[in-house]
């Protein structure tokens, strides 16, 4: 029996580690390890929760809940979640690793629990999801945000010229906030822009470097 539910915690990590593959993909906080670890490790406690307890039952005396160990398991992993999540410049990042690592116990657990079905299918269901949500398809696409470090001359209007430069071309600045350089005499411009869903990004900043003023742009 133990055997049989060492190979449901393997199983359950190999999904885990499944979603984290697409998420180091995409170069984001929580990858394969992360992801497996928590998978595998909310299978053991719903195995426990379920199984541990055993020879427990029909002891004088003694009550028992099994949805008590699983039940810690769905707040208690919320701790790694806001690990992920962090605020970049006005911007927060990481909730839909957060959301994955949150969901990627519950994979876990229903695995844990001998729900193989619902847990595999859900890993599929999250993966397909996860492509789709990043293609480019046009009804699904929504607009993203960039964080610029731009430094330019300090000369008079230097900074309200990129400004009007941004704006002149629809892009929302969120964020501005420029810094002195005393010893070079220059500005740093640190901008977070909202950009429409299909902007190339890319022929921007070329625009942006051919600009009077500036010296160097760099992305975030």
Request: aromatic share 6%.
């Amino acid at each position: 029996m133990e055997v049989g539910f060492l190979l449901r915690v393997i199983l359950a990590g190999v999904c885990g580690a499944i979603i984290g593959y697409e998420r180091k993909s995409r170069m984001k906080e929580a990858g394969i390890r992360t992801h497996f670890v928590v998978a595998a490790g909310a299978a053991l406690m719903m195995l426990i929760s379920k199984y541990g307890f055993e020879d427990m039952i029909g002891k004088e005396g003694v009550a028992l809940d099994p949805s008590r160990v699983a039940a810690q398991v769905v707040s208690g992993v919320g701790f790694l979640g806001a690990g992920m999540i962090f605020m970049q410049r006005q911007t927060v990042r990481g909730l839909t690793t957060a959301a994955g690592i949150w969901l990627t116990a519950g994979i876990g657990m229903a695995i844990g629990a001998d729900l193989y079905i619902v847990g595999i299918g859900t890993t599929v269901l999250i993966l397909i999801a996860q492509k789709l949500l990043h293609s480019q398809i046009p009804w699904l696409a929504a607009p993203k945000t960039e964080q610029l470090s731009i430094r330019l001359r300090d000369e008079p209007g230097a900074a309200q010229f990129i400004q009007q430069f941004l704006k002149e071309r629809d892009l929302i600045i969120l964020h501005f906030h420029s810094e002195k350089l005393l010893e070079s005499a220059e500005l740093v411009l640190d901008i977070t822009i909202k950009l429409p869903a299909h902007y190339e990004m890319n022929k921007l900043l070329p625009l942006i470097q051919d600009a009077p003023f500036v010296h160097v742009v760099e992305m975030q």
